[in-house]
């Protein structure tokens, strides 16, 4: 059948070179509607329970999506004039930014006085007033006595300040953040030129959002290239064949051109997680050409006609080539159980890919060979004589090889119970991207941008008034205070302590909260009147009055932190505070929570994969003990990997746990090629085990080495990646694939010589 297959092919050279040609080119015009997320939503399904809890804080109070300015002096602290002028200046300016809602900076801070009767509500530093010594001094020591601005608008050494500017994007764009980040650093770049004695920062969610889209597009325009100059180096260093090695790159760039073109005809928005899909389409399509190729020009130098050649290799290689791109697709497909939408996006778009590079390699390529020009000498093809020392070292050492590489991986196996889940969103950005720089340096300096954002229910309208449920947030805010995870607290009880103090002539004795429910209505209704468009508390406080938004600012903790202080405040509230009903939400809870659930459901993607690929392999060598056998090559990669894991980095992130699957499929190519050259010594050639090890290795040895390097600079390619999701996976997949082959050189051969015996099959 396969015969027939490969004189068809021949045959039909030049229809199939013209259909391919013109399919491709119809499919991959679906490119050109691909467009880049730029919102760190895209990582969260919709029925995620974080982010509907995160969706209803937001629809209830107001959106907190914020660029933040972090504004440095040079030399001395930020209580000088021509600091809090540019303050002033930058807060003003920050109006005028797209979609700006609300703008908090020490300038604009609504400071509260009483004079007698009346309440004073006025900007911190006012338009127009001299800023004197005199009132230098008190603009110093009102703020940094603050809790509502100390680490949230300034820090509390006076060394930096921040305007804080909310957001609200109609989301009706992907490009959206993309302009609004043009204008913040347009303005950025205004102001620096503008002070040249300060140095100017942005951070924020914002900022956050821009980075993942710059990050897709940074990979794209890196990598890929990247990728090409190690496929044309190793190509033609492996192949030793112009025409196979442009045969080939062809191949790779028809294969991704109909990955993502069928991506772009999908509708789906890409992301750095499957911006990544091109980079390790092109890796994966390199392997079937090699299988191909290789034989073909080992046939070729051996005497043969080319076209008898192409033949006979593709009698030999179809069949394996076909399992081979089966169980890599079943591995890609098992990353829908992801969690992460991303994820799923990357895996289906490889699974296309691969398909396309099957379909590719058999027909399109051995068609293209049939009219190209291909030059070899004839001579007499001897056996590599690294494979042949190689395979006489296996099979001399066989009993040492087996049981050394199942002792070693009981080893690993203990030793990857270290890992844990963990992950830390601000760090799937290298330090090389601006967004962590800066990110990082306002954490050191004044905050982190985590929160934990809570929603505080007093169980009736206008109920936030009364004095028992102030008094809970009070109790609660002040624990949070206490706690040293916590950077800051901005809680209305500020807000009441202080308006109480200013109504009884500013007197200290009196900050604290009122003593009616009356009062407290009086005092909110008061200061609302009070305050200027767009500084109301409506972030704060919903529109019945029945509920308060709590925001704790805490430091850049990792996943099973923020997990571990979200449960510990939630039972302190359970345990003492009375509130109707509460809830809390926000991104870095999103990220943290997802990377649990993705492990779990993975395990069961990647268990179904392992069924449907063993049962694949079962049917493909038609023999239930090879089958079985080949189990153990392909699962102890990955267990051996998550060992050395454990003692490289211990973390277990999204892209970790979702890479398994997908190396779960790689890992099977080399022991079906190696398996399937076994077998068919055994059976054509009525060979020993010993023999056939020896036939497997000379047949499709160095083409496995010359894969296995591919598919590792590749992924190594990947790894170089500045987005952390991209990279661990990059370095996980590599790591992987590089024991893989070392397994199947190693471990496979002496375990088929163990089992088998001398008997033939």
């Known amino acids: 059948m396969i015969e027939r297959f490969a004189e068809g092919v021949i045959r039909w050279r030049w229809l199939i070179i013209v259909l391919t040609l013109l399919t491709v080119m119809g499919v991959g015009k679906g490119g050109e509607n691909i467009i880049f997320s730029s919102n760190y939503r895209v990582f969260f399904a919709e029925g995620n329970q974080q982010l509907k809890a995160f969706d209803a804080l937001q629809d209830t109070y107001s959106k907190s999506d914020n660029v933040m300015f972090v504004m440095t002096p040079k030399q001395g602290d930020i209580f000088t004039k021509d600091f809090l002028l540019a303050v002033q200046d930058v807060t003003e300016q920050s109006w005028q930014l797209p979609w700006s809602t609300r703008v908090d900076s020490l300038s604009n801070y609504q400071h509260t006085q009483g004079f007698e009767d009346d309440l004073v509500v006025e900007d911190m530093v006012e338009e127009g007033v001299v800023l004197d010594s005199e009132a230098l001094e008190r603009i110093k020591q009102v703020t940094l006595n603050e809790p509502v601005i100390i680490k949230r608008l300034l820090a509390k050494d006076g060394s930096l300040a921040v305007v804080n500017v909310t957001v609200q994007m109609p989301e009706l764009s992907e490009t959206e953040t993309a302009q609004l980040v043009a204008k913040v650093r347009e303005l ?227 030793l990857s119970s270290k890992n844990i889940i963990n992950d830390e969103f601000v760090k799937y950005f290298s330090t090389n991207t601006e967004f962590r720089q800066d990110t990082d340096y306002l954490e050191k300096n004044m905050t982190g941008i985590y929160t934990l954002e809570y929603s505080l229910n007093s169980g009736e309208e206008n109920g936030m008034s009364r004095p028992d449920f102030l008094q809970d947030v009070e109790k609660l805010t002040i624990w949070l205070r206490s706690k040293d995870e916590v950077e800051h607290v901005l809680t209305i009880t500020d807000v009441f302590k202080r308006l109480n103090k200013n109504m009884h002539s500013d007197n200290d004795a009196y900050f604290k909260l009122p003593d009616s429910r009356e009062l407290s209505a009086q005092y909110l209704l008061l200061y609302e009147m009070s305050l200027p468009y767009g500084l109301d508390l409506n972030n704060q406080i919903n529109i019945n009055k029945d509920s308060t938004r709590l925001v704790v600012t805490i430091k850049n903790l990792n996943s099973q932190q923020s997990i571990a202080i979200e449960k510990e405040i939630n039972n302190w509230i359970d345990a003492n505070t009375e509130f109707a009903s509460y809830y809390v939400a926000s991104p870095n809870l999103m990220f943290s929570h997802i ?157 088929l010589i163990t089992v088998e015996g001398e008997k033939n099959v």
């Open 188 to 414: 950025k770049e205004q102001a620096q030129a503008k002070y040249p004695n300060i140095e100017f920062r942005i951070s924020g969610m914002v900022m956050l959002s821009n980075a993942f889209s710059e990050m897709a597009q940074s990979d794209m325009a890196t990598l890929m290239p990247m990728m090409f100059v190690i496929l044309l180096i190793t190509l033609g260093l492996m192949l030793r064949s112009i025409t196979g090695t442009i045969a080939t790159f062809v191949v790779i760039i028809l294969s991704v051109m109909t990955a993502m073109g069928t991506f772009g005809w999908l509708g789906w928005t890409l992301t750095p997680p499957s911006a990544s899909a091109p980079t390790i389409v092109m890796t994966m399509a390199v392997a079937d050409c090699v299988h191909l190729l290789v034989s073909f020009l080992h046939n070729m130098r051996s005497g043969q006609g080319k076209q008898q050649a192409i033949k006979e290799s593709l009698r030999v290689n179809f069949t394996p080539i076909f399992v081979t791109s089966l169980t890599t697709v079943l591995g890609f497909l098992s990353m829908n159980f992801s969690e992460v939408p991303p994820f799923r996006d990357l895996g289906n778009t490889v699974a296309i890919g691969i398909t396309a590079a099957f379909l590719l390699s058999v027909l399109f390529l051995p068609a293209l060979m049939s009219v190209l020009p291909v030059r070899v000498k004839v001579k007499e093809e001897h056996e590599s004589r690294a494979m042949m020392a190689l395979s006489n070292f296996v099979i001399n050492n066989r009993q040492i090889l087996l049981w050394g590489t199942v002792g070693l991986t009981v080893l690993l196996v203990a």
């Open 595 to 751: 990377g649990e659930r993705n492990v779990k459901s993975m395990v069961g993607g990647t268990l179904l994969a392992l069924f449907f690929i063993s049962l694949v392999l079962i049917l493909a060598l038609r023999s239930f003990k090879l089958g079985v056998i080949s189990l153990a090559p392909n699962l102890i990669p990955a267990s051996m990997a998550f060992g050395l894991w454990a003692l490289y980095d211990g973390n277990l992130s999204i892209a970790l746990a979702t890479a398994v699957g997908m190396t779960l499929g790689i890992v099977v190519d080399d022991t079906v090629h190696f398996l399937s050259k076994y077998q068919r010594a055994r059976k054509e050639k009525n060979s020993s085990p010993e023999e056939a090890v020896r036939y497997a290795f000379s047949s499709v040895g160095v083409a496995l080495w010359v894969t296995t390097f591919v598919l590792v600079a590749g992924f190594m390619v990947l790894a170089s990646s500045d987005f952390g999701m991209n990279s661990t996976m990059g370095l996980f997949t590599a790591l992987t694939i590089a024991i893989a082959l070392i397994v199947d050189f190693l471990f496979l051969p002496a375990l």
